[in-house]
């Protein structure tokens, strides 16, 4: 079967201008996540998508950051200003119901550089 | 809240043993465990889900111990392919049950 998609792969930027990440779940998955990992940590869960309902946001910086599930489908994350501090490995990730104790299937990741 | 995850480094040499720790200060539901080769995805190895579980994938096991809220990750004769970084995720006993994950222990597995 085919993996979790995104895309670009690579992107760097200059501070305060804006970005947006693509993410295509595995077919059929009702739950999509997407994570921010920066270098040498674990992945930090940014926002949980159910469907094309918002499961859990708490730690989405609002002011710049947005995400959208279109048709419960595909996903795009946007940084808009981007800071230096967002640079990072942008996750995403999907499961099949969203349920607790559930494998997550990972994308490669988009590596963001913001100078 | 967040699980600790140690030894943050370890190198082996092929045919060698490890073992990975991760423990929590909270009760705890569940431990998974995944491996990130560099620049690739994250990779599922296991969930554990009970107090004293203990599960296997090839020569990879984990032990889950409730009580102690901590999981290990055992590496058998270790495989150059087993290098990598290993991250555990934990859920919490209870409603919140929010996966959240530790820094990563490195591995490297030389001929």
């Known amino acids: 079967e085919a993996g979790v998609a995104q895309s670009p792969r690579y992107k760097i930027i200059e501070k305060r201008q804006s970005v947006a990440f693509w993410c295509n779940p595995i077919?059929?998955?009702?739950?999509l996540y997407w994570y921010q990992q920066i270098l040498g940590q674990g992945p930090k869960l940014l926002i949980q998508?159910?469907?094309?309902?918002?499961?859990?946001d708490s730690q989405l910086p609002k002011d710049r950051f947005s995400a959208e599930r279109l048709k419960g489908v595909d996903s795009t994350l946007k940084i808009q200003p981007a800071k230096l501090e967002d640079s990072a490995v942008y996750l995403c990730?999907?499961?099949?119901?969203?349920?607790?104790?559930?494998?997550?299937?990972f994308g490669s990741g988009t590596q963001l550089s913001v100078l | 809240q967040q699980p600790v995850q140690s030894p943050q480094a370890v190198i082996l040499r092929e045919g060698e043993d490890a073992v990975i720790n991760c423990s929590s200060s909270?009760?705890?539901?569940?431990v998974h465990w995944y491996r990130q080769k560099h620049g690739e995805a994250p990779v599922f190895l296991m969930i554990?889900?009970?107090g004293g579980e203990q599960k296997g994938h090839e020569k990879i096991s984990a032990s889950f111990n409730e009580k102690k809220q901590q999981s290990s990750l055992y590496l058998t004769a270790s495989q150059l392919s087993y290098s990598g970084t290993y991250f555990c995720?934990?859920?919490?006993?209870?409603?919140?049950?929010?996966?959240?994950w530790g820094l990563g222990t490195s591995l490297a597995v030389n001929p």
């Open positions: 990730a999907s499961s099949l119901l969203g349920g607790s104790s559930e494998k997550l299937f």
């Open positions: 077919s059929g998955h009702a739950t």
């Open positions: 998508f159910q469907n094309n309902g918002v499961v859990d």
């Open positions: 909270k009760a705890l539901y569940s």
């Open positions: 554990l889900l009970k």
């Open positions: 995720g934990t859920e919490n006993a209870g409603n919140n049950r929010k996966l959240i």
